[in-house]
């Protein structure tokens, strides 16, 4: 799997009422990057996240989204089968323009 973590952002700043503005922001920045948001849920395991799957049209592979406010953390993640040719080119793109946008910094797990 391949993450990006935005790090030390402003995300701590966030009161729980404006959770919804923070989602808004992160589903705008994935449009203006061409992709369609197919899901919206959160995960089970982090209680109270934030998680979105988005695609480039009708192609292959699934670039998600995960923000998780208890812990002000946001990253995004391409699974290893869901890797697609537009996901590996996007995905440091948007988590640049997702750390700028919340300043914050871009780390790498791979």
């Known amino acids: 799997m391949l ?4 790090k030390d952002s402003d995300l701590h700043k966030v009161k729980p009422m ?17 992709l369609k948001l197919t899901q919206r849920t959160t995960l089970s395991t982090k209680k109270g996240s934030y998680h979105w799957h988005f695609k480039k049209g009708k192609e292959k592979g ?5 923000y998780w406010p208890k812990r002000h953390q946001l990253w ?26 919340f300043c914050g910094k871009v780390e790498v797990n791979q």
């Open 3 to 6: 993450t990006y973590e935005v």
């Open 76 to 101: 995004l993640d391409i699974h290893d089968n869901r890797r697609a040719e537009w996901n590996l080119e996007i995905i440091e793109r948007l988590a640049e323009d997702l750390s700028e946008h």
């Open 18 to 34: 404006d959770e919804e503005i923070i989602c808004e922001e992160i589903e705008e920045l994935a449009g203006r990057h061409g």
């Open 62 to 66: 699934v670039l998600e989204i995960t």
